[in-house]
């Protein structure tokens, strides 16, 4: 199956610094990929959704000016967690896909980001 | 829009014993319908997947699930299960180039 990496997998910063997490296609281009944000023992809430090139779609709830993201070419997105306080501390999840019409989606290992 | 819902928390089994995950979807469009399991401390590793055809998909580990468009619903069973099944599994329904994840059924294998 196609590989995607996230980088770092373990991250600690101080309230009020910014974060960021890189997502890789290792093995494809993906055309788009997405950002998950998944809380403790819950599912996977998407927060946005990045085409190469062009503005990040945003969910709704998801303040746009707190969580950058950036998808500058086919194999690479980042995640900005721009003035992070403690309740930005989660799992944060990318995947990717090659597009339709599988609809399948390849995940990274996921970002796990504690703010003090 | 697009929902999934999937009705239990928690299943508890014995080892050996059957299992069913239930998941239920809503959606306007045509979808594809995935099962997704997320082992302790690791990323999320598709399971198996209904894009069209055969209502009924098997993954290679002896899972399978049954599309029902009436019943609108996509239930994973395994005849058998193993301690190694002990994770969290997520259903997800794909359209709009979106992904939208249940809020997921642990499986708790005991022996």
């Known amino acids: 199956g196609a590989v995607v990496s996230q980088h770092p997998s373990w991250v600690i910063c101080k309230s009020g610094t910014s974060v960021k997490i890189e997502c890789r296609s290792l093995?494809?281009?993906?055309?788009?990929m997405f950002w998950y944000r998944q809380f403790p023992k819950q599912s996977l809430m998407l927060m946005a959704t990045?085409?190469?090139?062009?503005?990040?779609?945003?969910e709704q709830g998801v303040e746009k000016d707190k969580f950058l993201i950036n998808h500058a070419s086919l194999t690479l997105s980042t995640l900005t967690v721009t003035s992070a306080h403690p309740e930005d501390s989660s799992f944060y999840i990318c995947?990717?896909?090659?597009?339709?019409?599988?609809?399948?989606?390849?995940f990274g290992e996921g970002s796990r980001l504690t703010v003090l | 829009a697009q929902s999934v819902t999937q009705l239990d928390s928690q299943v508890p089994v014995f080892e050996e014993a059957p299992v069913e995950l239930r998941c239920n979807y809503s959606?306007?469009?045509?979808?594809?319908l995935f099962w997704y399991v997320q082992y302790p401390n690791q990323g999320l590793q598709l399971l198996l997947k209904?894009?069209?055809?055969?209502?009924l998909v098997e993954s290679i580990n002896g899972f399978e699930a049954e599309f029902n468009k009436s019943q609108t619903s996509f239930h994973l069973r395994k005849p058998s299960v193993h301690i190694s099944d002990t994770a969290e599994y997520f259903c997800?329904?794909?359209?709009?180039?979106?992904?939208?994840f249940g809020a997921g059924t642990r499986l708790a294998v005991h022996p």
């Open positions: 995947s990717a896909s090659r597009g339709p019409p599988t609809g399948e989606l390849f």
């Open positions: 093995d494809f281009q993906a055309t788009t």
């Open positions: 990045s085409n190469e090139g062009s503005k990040a779609t945003y």
């Open positions: 959606s306007s469009v045509s979808v594809y």
């Open positions: 209904y894009l069209s055809g055969s209502t």
């Open positions: 997800a329904v794909s359209g709009y180039n979106k992904l939208i």
